[in-house]
Nanobody
Framework: QMQLVESGGGLVQAGGSLRLSCAASGSIFNRYVMAWHRQAPGKQRELVATIFSDHSPRYVDSVKGRFTISRDNAKNTVYLQMNSLKPEDTAVYYC????????????WGQGTQVTVSS
């Protein structure tokens, strides 16, 4: 079992920045692929960024060049640095953990709200 706790969400103006953190406990952190997803009101949850155990990242096109995912395996924490935020980035952001050969996250955090005002 793994427990995930997100933090760092809030209200920011368009063009601003936020850094989300996700602290993991209860399992071997560096064996999992970590990911950030988001869900806007009335929309399905979507994958935003993924980071593998070797720290290689993947991003959805809409955030490339603006968001950076990173992980600190010594601190069992994954981060999402979000720059040049847009109102359409407004959503609840969730941290998830999955195994390498499984596309579905096994564990989820409770989510943190990000609101970008225009």
């Amino acid at each position: 079992q793994m427990q995930l706790v997100e933090s760092g969400g809030g209200l920011v103006q368009a063009g601003g920045s936020l850094r989300l953190s996700c602290a993991a406990s209860g399992s071997i952190f560096n064996r999992y692929v970590m990911a950030w997803h988001r869900q806007a009101p009335g929309k399905q949850r979507e994958l935003v960024a993924t980071i593998f155990s070797d720290h290689s990242p993947r991003y959805v096109d809409s955030v490339k060049g603006r968001f950076t995912i990173s992980r600190d395996n010594a601190k069992n924490t994954v981060y999402l640095q979000m720059n040049s935020l847009k109102p359409e980035d407004t959503a609840v952001y969730y941290c998830g953990a999955r195994e390498l050969y499984n596309s579905r996250c096994l564990y989820w955090g409770q989510g943190t709200q990000v609101t970008v005002s225009s």
